[in-house]
């Protein structure tokens, strides 16, 4: 039986992600999203997670919802540092939790361990 489903690729990701942003730069919840778009629950669900791709009506009437244009949500996707990196083929900048993936730092810490580095630097150099 021919099917339609279709595993969801790094802009899908990506796309899920600005929504996610987006539902929460106007403090959203996903029920609120169900209710301005009419969509089952379980859709804006699968959707929003990026389980599963979103086609252009679904797109159309999420950034209707939102009072954003279309475009735009998939413009900022692709901006995205993950979906830069998923498209080299390389992991992703962050892991799901927010934290750096170590997979891409190449071995530089944290940004906060560098300034800690530097400011332990500055105060050997400055008893001497």
């Known amino acids: 039986m021919a099917t339609n489903a279709r595993e969801p690729g790094p802009l899908t990701q990506a796309v899920a992600e600005e929504i996610r942003v987006q539902l929460g730069r106007r403090k959203w919840k996903q029920a609120d999203l169900v209710k301005a778009t009419g969509m089952p629950k379980a859709t804006i669900s699968s959707l929003v997670n990026g389980n599963s791709a979103i086609d252009v009506e679904q797109l159309a009437s999420i950034g209707e919802a939102l009072n954003i244009d279309p475009g735009e ?8 540092p993950d979906y830069v990196a998923r498209r080299r083929g390389s992991d992703p900048v962050y892991l799901p939790d927010g934290r750096l993936n170590p997979a891409n730092t190449r071995g530089v810490p944290p940004s906060d361990d560098i300034l800690d580095e530097v400011t332990r630097r500055k105060g050997d150099d400055s008893s001497g």
């Open 73 to 80: 949500i998939v413009r900022n996707a692709m901006k995205s």
